[in-house]
């Protein structure tokens, strides 16, 4: 067995996007290696094959507006795992230092005295360009890059910065956003972003079901009418997001049914 994975003790595993083949070596032995994995909701079915037979597998899974279990009593039944002296894997969509909630389960073993430690995992941001033939920066135009999550309590307004945001020389990746779309873009446009900056909305990112949705800022709403609540959504806005032209896509051999364009760019 692995010296870094004792009994009793824990890894914050990384599940990616939800294509096995994203997952790191890592996350895949610790997987393998474990007595017991917790998994979100959005870990992909290809990853929960990996887990091998006779391996005890629990959903914490939490989706918006279908909460299974809230956070705390996640932090205890992880903590019981381990504290019975079992190899606990707790597996997190995409990576789970961005807007994983970590940072909460992680004092809760530290208070009971369990070792727990990170396994990265690659980011819903990161996959969606890739999947887009993008970059997610790009000299001269996009120098920063900026994470925000659009999710709020019912009820609430998104409480961002949109002045910040709306930065010009900016890429902005906005996690689970569908829903939010037309506030992002609404705000964003009235802090002074231009309404033409380009915008990729990624659906599924990295599974078979994936679609690349592009075009406009102003034009966001309307582009994620078509996707669904059960499906997760990232939006990317900015120029480094840009779609390439038709001739170079045509060159590479690309071209996939999977993109479409609204708005134009």
Partial sequence: MSHDFPPGSVWLVGAGPGDPDLLTRKAERLIVAADIVFYDALVGAGVLALVPAGTEMVSVGKRSGRHSKDQVSINVIIASAALAGKRVVRLKGGDPSIFGRSTEEMDHLAANGIAVKICPGITAASAAAASGGASLTLRGLARKLTFVTAHA???????????????????????????????????????????????MVAVNVSLPTERILRGRLSALAFLVETISDHDPSLLLIGEAVASRTLETVEETGFVSSRFASVGGD
């Fill in 153 to 199: 309590r019912a009820g609430e307004a998104l409480d961002l910065d949109w002045t910040a945001l709306a930065a010009p020389d900016a890429t902005l990746a906005v996690y689970m956003g569908r829903a939010a779309a037309a506030e992002v873009a609404r705000n964003l446009i009235a802090a002074g972003r231009a309404a033409d900056t380009p915008v």
